[in-house]
């Protein structure tokens, strides 16, 4: 028998099971820890912006 396409290993080029945490250790998996250094490259919100121009416009006006 001789198959018409080369069967390769999809594991071969994927991050070993090693790298992961443990399931119930609590320690971080690499995407977590992945996900928590992205989050630390945002950038704060400037003071006065996102929070102000949410607020409804019955809370600006005076009441009687």
């Not at 099971?17 to 945002?42: A, N, R």
């Amino acid at each position: 028998m001789n198959p018409s396409h080369k069967n390769t290993d999809p594991a071969a080029g994927s991050r070993p099971y090693m790298e992961e945490g443990d399931i119930g250790s609590g320690e971080k998996t690499p995407g977590q820890k992945e996900t928590e250094e992205m989050i630390k490259e945002i950038p704060p919100l400037q003071p006065g912006s996102a929070r102000d121009n949410a607020k409804r416009e019955d809370e600006t006006t005076p009441k009687d």
